[in-house]
């Protein structure tokens, strides 16, 4: 039976990243995406690039059938999901305006509950159909993409911070029930991504490389080769932990920046 690896929210970004990554390595990969087309024609373009088995599907939010359809379509190619990486999710702000977030006193309760059934309780239905194959096979890898922002929060993203914090619990419990099988669970933390959004904004980005340590922040490639070694061999022995990629942002108490710009403040030059 062929390895593969199920990546979600997987058909361009980070997630498309994440999928070149194992694609390159020889693995094949299956993806899913909220827009069916767009995901098919991104499988194609993998298998196309990288001469391995893939395939694209569509996955909407709340339809668990849709789940057990889409395992038991992947279990018709013969293939065995080794590897799940949960990298969708919902961002907890307003497309029309990142920015604002959702503002505490009057994001209407759905809004705020549907972050956490994206990012928790979505996330478990399609690990639950991944965990049940790797259980019969002895093996098996749980990746999710978190958030720095699960420790440090940032302003009007209060339901995105705290689910993926949950996450961040979430893969600690799956590490201890999960560990019996085989089955490891592990997480990625990353900070600011040159995603395309971030890319537009411009000048008016609030985080790049001037804020951080090491003077820059992440690229697709740095989350995914961070998912790559959690979900392969490289970490057999790694579980129920975490790998922050964020050019170490949150490991400083506050940015050299800030002391610069205080200075200038002092000095009247603000």
Not at 239 to 260: A, F, R, S
């Amino acid at each position: 039976m062929n390895k593969a690896v199920f990546i979600t929210g997987a058909h361009t970004g980070t997630g498309y990243g994440i999928a070149e990554y194992f694609a390159k390595n020889g693995w094949d990969v299956f993806i899913t995406s909220r827009k069916g087309e767009e995901a098919v024609k991104a499988a194609e373009k993998l298998s196309k690039d990288y001469g391995i088995f893939s395939k694209g599907y569509e996955c909407n939010i709340g339809n668990e059938q849709q789940v057990i359809d889409i395992f038991k379509d992947i279990d018709s190619t013969g293939r065995f999901v080794e590897t799940i990486v949960l990298n969708a999710a919902n961002m907890g702000f307003y497309p029309n305006d990142p920015a604002a977030g959702q503002d505490f006193f009057t994001v209407p309760v759905e809004d705020f509950a549907a972050v956490f059934q994206t990012n928790l309780v979505w996330n478990f239905t399609m690990i639950r159909q991944a965990a049940v194959r790797m259980r019969e096979q002895g093996k098996g890898a749980v990746v999710f993409i978190s958030s720095n922002t699960a420790y440090r929060a940032i302003p009007n993203r209060a339901a995105y911070s705290a689910s993926k914090g949950g996450i961040n619990s979430l893969s600690k419990a799956l590490a201890v029930d999960l560990g019996q099988y085989g089955i490891r669970s592990n997480v990625v933390l990353p900070g600011t991504i040159k995603t395309e959004r971030w890319v537009q904004m411009g000048n008016k980005q609030i985080v790049n490389g001037t804020l951080t340590p090491i003077g820059d922040i992440s690229d697709y490639e740095d989350v995914a080769a961070a998912a790559y070694y959690l979900g392969t061999d490289m970490s057999k022995n790694v579980t129920g932990t975490e790998i922050t990629v964020d050019g170490g942002m949150t490991c400083q108490l506050y940015p050299k920046l800030l002391n610069e710009l205080k200075k200038k403040q002092i000095e009247g030059q603000l």
